[in-house]
């Protein structure tokens, strides 16, 4: 895992090798102080040689001066070279998210991920530039303290030291026990992120029906499940830092009362016990260092470990002799298609369907029966369980994803509308697309004369998924979508349910003619809209239960029939 984290610091290397010799200098420059001092008080004062004093006083400025400088490259630049290493983990994990199969989104909540890529990368970011600076400073001031109080006295300085290996032994004991209270923290934060997240996206849903207070308490469960997370988390922290504090004490109690004896029996004078007092006190600093470095450690490692998790999952996999999908007819087969979700649920079982070059198919029948897991079939968002679907005689699977998709227009029931203006959204269906054709597809879904009426026209903004437009515009927006792509395939996903009576008669004219010489799959639990549909199929229970025309499927006086008889007897009568 550290090798591993160690490998994004390569692109960067040369700005991390700068920031790492800002440090060292910045190490060496402190070391300065007490052993300058040390001659202050041994030989300078006690000669009076002033001129010395004066001369040695300004080079100690100087060494300042010069670390002041380091400090602000290392703050700087150091930092930077965690914020570009943070930039390519995120690209990295967004362009992995565009790879992943449907099957992941459906496991996982927006909000737990958006946690990998926001909380998770900050830590990352800290410890990508504090870890190793902090690591390497204290090193070079710990062995540069020990070599130089080697030369005062060994005796001393091994008495002094023999704690760092007390101090690591500690250190280590501690690890797990923080590595796995923060791990679980994290999952915690993740949960909130994903609860918040529903609960912000659906706050109009909650004042209508005046939910406030349940969703305060659905909030409050998983808040005070991350205190008690993070209480356990801070325990682990208190533990090891109340630990090392009273180690760290202990030191200093070693030096005034080891130092002191020394001293008195002349083996050391006053100026070496100053030196050393003040050599401790730098020791000290360094060993804090260690101490954060170790929490420092575990939070970005264990964020560094979910982010590992998670550019690691499964990508969508092509075929290594995938081919591109040209002159499409759109003819599509299922041949014995069985599927099932994650859950192990069985959704179809052994579907057999044959759907000629531009014809209208609808698929009806109860919720649950497979239909909208049909049209995800096609586009190969899913793999099957066994069987194949092939279009113009090749099979799915052996077709890139991307020259399949392309020649696939989808319109759901459950519209998506990206932040941003009406034209961003109609262009999503072809960004290459001018202006011109735009508005074109826009006239076909019967929407252009609504975006003209409004005082921005086609950049208007339409908020965060569209909230500024209604149920109809929306769906429109995304039918105009479809028209700018012009794929040969249509899937209509419900995609009239959200319109009123006149809006659908608006743009039914417009979809009858676009799927004019197109193959089009239309799921509507609404029969008035699929009445004229070249093939009906009835699905239920992952299974084709009967198939036809709308006149021959009255005729069979099977389950169609009750569909239709319960939304039209009485209309009919």
């Known amino acids: 895992m550290v090798k591993r984290f160690i490998s994004y610091y390569k692109p960067h290397m040369r700005l991390f090798i700068l920031d790492m010799a800002a440090a060292f200098f910045i190490a060496v420059g402190d070391l300065f102080y007490p052993i300058i001092t040390r001659d202050m008080l041994n030989i300078y004062i006690p000669r009076k040689e002033i001129q010395l004093l004066i001369v040695w006083s300004i080079v100690l400025l100087v060494v300042y001066l010069i670390k002041m400088v380091l400090n602000y490259f290392v703050q700087y630049y150091g930092h930077l070279v965690g914020v570009y290493m943070q930039a390519d983990m995120r690209r990295q994990m967004f362009r992995r998210l565009q790879k992943l199969p449907f099957s992941y989104f459906d496991e996982h909540e927006t909000g737990q991920i958006m946690s990998r890529m926001v909380n998770d990368l900050m830590d990352i970011a800290e410890l990508a530039h504090h870890g190793p600076e902090d690591l390497f400073i204290s090193i070079v001031m710990i062995i540069g303290a020990f070599f130089y109080l080697c030369t005062i006295n060994i005796p001393l300085t091994v008495i002094i030291f023999i704690f760092i290996p007390i101090l690591v032994y500690f250190s280590i004991r501690m690890r797990t026990r923080m590595s796995e209270a923060f791990t679980e923290s994290r999952v915690k934060v993740a949960m909130i992120n994903a609860n918040l997240e529903n609960s912000i996206s659906g706050i109009r849903v909650s004042k209508a029906f005046t939910n406030g207070i349940y969703e305060e308490e659905k909030f409050q469960k998983g808040n005070h499940a991350f205190i008690k997370a993070r209480e356990k988390a801070y325990k682990a922290m208190g533990q090891f830092f109340s630990g090392t504090g009273f180690i760290m004490d202990l030191l200093n109690v070693v030096v005034l009362v080891a130092g ?300 169609y029939t009750k569909l239709y008889n319960s939304q039209f007897k009485t209309m009919d009568d």
């Open 260 to 559: 002191g004896i020394y001293t008195y029996y002349g083996q050391i004078n006053y100026g070496d016990l100053v030196a050393y007092m003040l050599f401790i006190n730098m020791f000290i600093n360094p060993i804090k260092k260690l101490i954060n470095f170790m929490e420092m450690f575990q939070e970005g490692m264990t964020g560094f470990k979910r982010f590992c998790e998670l550019v690691d999952e499964p990508i969508e996999e092509e075929q290594p002799d995938a081919v591109e999908l040209k002159n499409v007819q759109g003819e599509i087969v299922f041949d014995h298609v069985s599927f099932t979700y994650t859950d192990g649920k069985e959704v179809l079982h052994d579907v057999n369907l044959h759907i000629r070059k531009g014809e209208k198919l609808a698929l009806v029948g109860p919720s649950g029966g497979g239909k909208t897991t049909i049209c995800h079939l096609i586009p190969h968002f899913y793999t099957l369980d066994s069987g194949m679907i092939s279009i113009d005689g090749t099979p799915i699977k052996d077709i890139r994803f991307e020259s399949l998709r392309k020649n696939i227009g989808i319109v759901q029931q459950d519209v998506f509308l990206f932040g941003g203006s009406i034209r961003d959204n109609i262009a999503y269906g072809d960004l290459s697309a001018g202006d011109d054709a735009i508005m074109e597809a826009a006239k076909r879904a019967n929407i252009h004369d609504y975006i003209m009426s409004l005082p921005e026209g086609y950049h208007t903004n339409i908020g965060e998924r569209g909230v500024k437009l209604s149920g109809g515009q929306k769906q429109r927006l995304s039918i105009a979508r479809v028209f700018l792509k012009d794929p040969a395939i249509l899937i209509l996903d419900e995609a009239t349910s959200a319109l009123d009576n006149t809006t659908e008669l608006l743009i039914q004219e417009a979809l009858d003619e676009l799927c004019k010489g197109r193959t089009t799959l239309i799921v509507a639990h609404r029969l008035s809209t699929i009445k004229n549909a070249d093939t009906i199929v009835v699905i239920t229970h992952g299974q084709i239960d009967e198939i036809g025309t709308h006149e021959e499927l009255l005729k069979k006086d099977g389950l």
